[in-house]
């Protein structure tokens, strides 16, 4: 199984990165303020399909995910609806987690909040002061010094001189040794949530929770470390800082995996640029399935322009396919090509497994599901009712290792009947009668193609 490891900055053997085949992931969650976008699905599904493919092939996977439900952000949005930040982070972990059920994500181990690990980031922050890279600033908080870890920089090829560029609100203060430390703990006047802590009452900084509950769960040392590109810099950066000072072991994750960019439509999603998409925004548009196929048809670690065209030709994609696989349930007939489907399979089988195992290559995996139902299309009835028998369990089952889903609609019983009767005008050559009766079909929304087996309907798209 090779992976890309963004720490070396080459494909990597799992094999050796592992004992025994277990594998502890962790995958920085998200900050529970807002609905979730399109941006946060695409990396969730990329790890979902990552981790299941990771299970059916035998590795003992434990996906950890924590949720950042104290932050600045929620801070200021829960001001701004006049709830408290608890209640606030409660309802949008709650939609979080509903929204990643419905894309059919289910790989997650845990899911760890940062404020039920309080106690270990403030174990955290007292090694790392006592270990001499961490320091007090009166009235303000304690800080990690950058100066003290040789190695900052080394996942994202940044220099600590280049570190003030990526600081967040709660890393602002004038009187920090370097301008890339970043906070620990922020302590607060009066301003709530707060808790208590050997430096007075306040509240953790971003980065210290993950390696805290990493810590808590994996130790101080792990297999592999995911999460958006966007990330890689300052947040992982300071991840690696901390816990290698913390345990004066290194690395603090053998693989590093981060997943591409997405834009919509050329640009950043930013709702100021009006081309922001929530996950609900897009379910209402299009079905899960489109999410699963689009991330699936793009490599994990490229950058993906999202577009409603490229939705449509995902949708497309699945329709052509699912045609297919319902046409094969009408094959009748027996085959002349069951030694053939049966090497067909298996050759595509071993594609798809090849693509997979090479860094979690899925536009390939996809691609040699199309090649196999391009070949078979040729001489689709010849395939034979044991062959397409064989071939349909085979498109499932690959998809299923995407989480995608065919459309495979119940025609309704009132077309059957229509195409029953339209099929009888036609063998008896009336065609004006049968052709009224296809023009009836196609008010209703349906298509109609006549094959050996008899008359195919399917549901004709938007367009
Ligand atoms: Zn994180």
Known sequence: ML?????????????KASINKKIRLFVCGPT???????????????????V???????????????????DDKIIRRAAEENISPETLARKYEKI???????????????????????????RQIQALIKNGNAYEISGDGIYFDISTFASYGKLSR??????????????ESVNKKNKGDFALWKLTRSEKPAWDSPWGPGRPGWHIEDTAITEHYFGSQYEVHGGAVDLKFPHHEAEIAQQESASGKSP????????????????????????????RDFLKKYPVSISRYLVAVHHYRSPMDYSDKLAQQAESAIDNLSQFVAKLSLVYRDGRQETQVKEDLRKAGESFETAMNDDFNTPEALAAIFILVNE??????????AGAKKVKKFIKERLNDLGIELFLPKVPFKIKQIAKKRELFRVNKQFVQSDNLRKEIERLGYGVEDTPAGPFLWPKGKD
């Open 32 to 50: 529970v303020y807002d609905y979730a976008h399109i941006g946060n699905a695409r990396t969730y599904i990329a790890f979902d399909i990552i």
């Open 158 to 171: 940044r220099t600590t001189e280049q570190a003030e560029d990526s600081i967040s609100r709660i890393d």
């Open 52 to 70: 299941r493919w990771l299970r059916k092939s035998g590795w003992k996977v434990y996906y950890l995910q924590n949720i950042t439900d104290i």
């Open 252 to 279: 603090l994750a053998k693989i590093w995996m981060h997943t591409g960019f997405l834009l919509v439509g050329g640009k950043k999603m930013a709702k100021s640029a009006g081309n922001f998409i929530t996950v």
């Open 3 to 15: 992976i890309y490891n963004t720490l070396s900055g080459q494909k990597e053997n799992l094999e």
């Open 376 to 385: 078979f299309q040729k001489n689709f009835w010849d395939l034979g009712k």
């Open 96 to 122: 979080y987690l509903s929204d990643m059920k419905t894309l059919g994500i289910k790989s997650v181990t845990k899911y760890a909040r940062a404020t039920d690990h309080i106690r270990q980031i403030i």
